[in-house]
């Protein structure tokens, strides 16, 4: 089940509205904008503008007291229309590709969450995405910060499918479900510390795939084999 309590000023005070299904503009509940959330259960996905369009905002359940608690982005602050946002399942698979086509490098995620693709690796251009396994939010920024971005189970050939201007991925997390996860929301973590240079013993050997011990597969960019004469016939 889903439900959330949206409050028309901060600290969960004013106007209150109670929802368990899809509103797609809660200036029809005389809502002109939302100070604060109390999710009950979820998750839901909020947007900017009414009908379910512009900027995505995750909430998970927990506490929201003001905006600046599901939005770090800075270019909104408004909610004006909230969906409940289906987890599929448990278990959690993404590949994220460095070129539209999902062609070029490629970084593999199985259940973790990962606040910097940098530290493990892999560059901040991500132009195309499958999401096998559950449900994920990405960021433009390390730390889980700026413009977020929700890959649900499917297959993401452009960043203009997700409504991205640019290819530019820089953190992604899995999106929690109490079904699945009794914690409850997601708590930020610190970030991590710089990487540091492997030991030859360490170093991945070329052009094998590295796999870290945190559920991370990156791999090189898928080459033809040279082509070969054959081989003539015995005389």
Known sequence: SFQVVL??????????????????????????????VLVESGPWLGFERQGCAGEQFILEKGEYPRWDTWSNSQASYTIMSLCPLQVDSA????LLFENAGFAGRKMEIVDDDVPSLWAHGFQDRVASVK???????AYMYPGYRGRQFVFQHGEYKHWNDWEAALPQIQSVRRVRDMQWHKKG??????????????????????????????????????LSPPHRPAASGAS
């Open 7 to 36: 409050f028309e000023l901060e600290n969960f005070q004013g106007r209150k509205a109670e929802l368990t299904a899809e509103c797609k503009d809660l200036g029809e509940l005389g809502f002109e904008k939302v100070g604060s």
């Open 91 to 94: 278990e959690h698979k993404l």
């Open 185 to 222: 929301c997601f708590t930020l973590p610190a970030m991590p510390a710089p990487p540091t240079a492997p030991s030859s013993s360490d170093a991945c050997p070329a052009p094998s795939p590295c796999v870290s011990t945190a559920g991370f597969v990156l791999s090189p960019p898928s």
């Open 131 to 137: 999401a096998l396994n559950g449900t994920w939010v």
